[in-house]
């Protein structure tokens, strides 16, 4: 989906099929060519997805083969009413360890009561998604900055590294949920590395990068499997398999997916909301931080409305075809786009073919090597990396810096939907922080210019009896006391100058908590003798004035439209006593005061010229 496209949809211009039915919009691009590239990118996925099927069932404490229901059908669904054209969902170790966290403490894993809650769950989440996305809450991945995209994904990138460890090097050691367990487990297992399990692993990796440098045509993903199979067989007949220890996938059950019935009674609701509610949120997530991450790769734009209904209907229809809770597969998706996927059809085609796969194939994943299928994520792991964009990023802001480094870190030592959420919260305090101290900058007329525009340079001398100030930033309830602040220092600086001239062009919008603060403000100097005046405010920020009617009590005859206006009738308004004891003519209009002690008055008229700011 282009971004033209994206936001037409997005500001509601759009024909309503197109929101009932996206996959109208990239429809007519397929082409023969891309045809052929979202076939291979889908049976490269559906291979991955048989084993990595049932050990995500295992994590979640399901029978294996829902991992393999659960990457069929919600993949397609997924795919047709999404927006992303290379995400691919399915089952995750993320959603898989939340799962069986929660449900675990109602029933026991791998139990028909515990497999009926994470269906009834599953389809729970997906009306929450789906609902979000239909009262258009897809704004919220406007708050996932790219920082944060960059740095969940490096993050998750080393987990997947990390977590094929064992299996790259031959090792056996319990499954670690962090990161840092293991790296101690791998740390005190190394000894135990198999030369011959990692001479597979790293036979498949060098194949694999020299079939994509030489043979970028080629399926290199697929290749280098297949290679690594056969390496293995030729490993095993030449030392024998006792010696060589070399461990496969093993043969994975074949059946389709049975028709099943969630639950949805009151008492499973109750249950099982706050679950249901921090699945949502994190499954939404981890699924808008993937297609981000991705769009950013192949410039594409997505619509977070209709992401979260693609995601929300394939949580729907998936639990009565026996799938638990399915969202953005990190591993399938990073797959698929180094798989050369084109279209959604590519995951369309994974989810069909893993059912082909399942019927047929999968007993023949008996050879196919735990090393070869690790080597073959690490390839896509390191292509999840962008050091490109970090460095990018470290030289240009120390605020974004933190806000990746961050994500970074937490990714790695925390839960990921925790990660995500830190990045999220990182990026809106700092912007916040960033909003809320707004530059109150002194102007004053530059003497060089004939038309006195307003400038800032504190060498230049100011009226002694008004201070000009232009605020660059919006005038809301976060702002106000340090814009109060800011004023009243100056204001203590110069204390003579009773009157303020605020220069409005800076000031974006003005909240309740702004427009009182300027009603208290015009008061104040008041009480001093002076007048608050206003100049070159924006029209639309004026509607809180004049729907509360601050305006009246700020006085319409104090705002000003053009700086020539403005400098007219204040100067009329100062006490030319005091004008006639300064020299420095500020402004054009000081020329018809006479200086003190001398003689003749020179009587100038004000020029006419551009006025800027």
């Not at 959603?95 to 675990?104: E, M, R």
């Not at 050091?387 to 030592?413: C, M, Y």
């Not at 104040?524 to 002076?530: I, P, V």
């Amino acid at each position: 989906m282009d971004r033209k496209t994206v936001s037409r949809i997005s500001t509601g211009k759009d024909d309503w099929k197109y929101r009932f039915l996206p996959f109208l919009l990239w429809w007519p691009k397929v082409s023969r060519i891309t045809l052929r590239a979202d076939i291979i990118a889908g049976l490269t996925g559906a291979v991955v997805a048989l084993p990595q099927g049932v050990a995500f069932a295992t994590i979640a404490g399901m029978p294996p083969e829902y991992g393999l229901y659960t990457g069929m059908l919600p993949a397609i669904i997924a795919a047709l009413f999404g927006s992303s054209w290379l995400l691919v969902s399915g089952p995750t170790t993320a959603a898989s360890i939340v799962l069986f966290s929660s449900l675990s403490l109602h029933a026991a894993p791998g139990s028909p009561e515990f497999v009926q809650l994470a269906l009834t769950l599953t389809l729970m989440v997906g009306l929450i998604q789906l609902s979000m996305g239909l009262v258009r809450f897809g704004s919220l991945v406007n708050f996932i900055s790219h920082s944060v995209v960059v740095g969940f994904t490096a993050g998750a990138a080393i987990l997947i590294i990390t977590s094929q460890l064992k299996h790259f090097f031959g090792l056996a050691y319990p499954r670690a949920i962090h990161f840092q367990d293991s790296i101690y487990n791998f740390s005190m297992h190394i000894r135990e590395i198999n030369p011959y399990t990692t001479a597979v692993g790293v036979s498949t990796i060098v194949v694999g990068i020299l079939v994509k440098r030489y043979r970028p045509s080629w399926p290199y993903m697929i290749v280098s499997m297949l290679f690594g199979s056969l390496a293995a067989a030729g490993i095993i007949a030449f030392a024998g398999k006792e010696t060589a220890g070399i461990a496969t996938v093993g043969a994975l059950p074949s059946t389709l997916p049975p028709l099943s019935l969630p639950h949805l009674t009151m008492e499973n609701i109750k249950l099982l909301a706050p679950t249901a509610l921090a699945m949502t949120l994190f499954a939404l997530t981890e699924a808008i931080s993937i297609a981000r991450s991705l769009a950013d790769k192949t410039d594409q734009s997505i619509d977070g409305n209709q992401e979260f209904i693609g995601q929300g209907l394939s949580n729907i229809i998936g639990p009565f075809f026996s799938s638990y809770v399915a969202t953005g597969s990190f591993n399938r998706s990073g797959m698929n786009y180094e798989a050369g996927a084109k279209t959604p059809l590519a995951a369309v085609f994974a989810g069909g073919l893993l059912i082909f796969a399942v019927l047929f194939v999968a007993p023949l994943a008996i050879y196919l090597p735990n090393s070869a299928m690790a080597a073959i994520l690490f390839l896509v792991a390191w292509k999840l990396i962008d050091p490109h964009h970090i460095k990018k990023i470290a030289q240009t802001s120390v605020t974004e810096s933190v806000i990746l480094g961050s994500t970074f870190l937490a990714t790695l030592f925390l839960e990921l939907q925790f990660a995500i959420l830190l990045g999220i919260m990182l990026s809106l305090a700092i912007y916040l922080n960033r909003t809320s101290h707004p530059r109150t900058l002194t102007r004053v007329p530059d003497p060089r210019q004939e038309s006195r525009s307003f400038i800032t340079d504190p060498t230049l001398p100011e009226c002694l009896q008004l201070k000009i100030v232009r605020i660059d930033g919006s005038l809301y309830f976060g702002a106000v006391n340090h814009v109060r602040a800011n004023l009243k220092e100056l204001q203590q600086v110069n204390p003579d100058q009773k009157n303020l001239l605020l220069v409005g062009s800076g000031i974006n919008f003005i909240d309740m908590a702004g427009a009182e603060f300027l009603v208290q403000l015009a008061k104040e100097r008041e009480h001093d003798g002076g007048h608050l005046y206003f100049y070159d405010m924006k029209e639309g920020i004026c509607s809180h004035f004049k729907f509360l009617e601050y305006l009246l009590d700020i006085g319409t005859d104090n705002i000003f439209v053009s700086k020539k206006e403005a400098i007219s009738e204040i100067f009329n308004r100062l006490d030319k006593s005091i004008c006639a004891q300064c020299t420095s003519r500020i402004f054009l209009e000081c020329r018809t005061v006479p200086v003190s002690g001398m003689k003749e008055q020179v009587n100038l008229e004000y020029i006419d010229q551009p006025q800027t700011i």
